[in-house]
């Protein structure tokens, strides 16, 4: 928890108000958890992924 501690500190939300930094690091965290549940769903079910190339 240190660790975290002083990377937000060290960062550009380092001296905001304690509720942006919440507001920033919860969005952060919904945005990676979306990430790792859409790669989830697409390892699962590979065949129903269609993707198309051109223009």
């Known amino acids: 928890m240190e660790i975290l501690k002083e990377i937000i500190d060290e960062s550009a939300i380092g001296n905001k ?3 942006y930094k919440a507001f920033v690091i919860s969005v952060f965290i919904s ?3 979306i990430s790792i549940t859409m790669l989830t769903a697409i390892l699962r079910n590979p065949q129903q992924v269609i993707t198309g190339f051109g223009y």
């Open 17 to 19: 108000p304690v509720i």
């Open 31 to 33: 945005i990676v958890l």
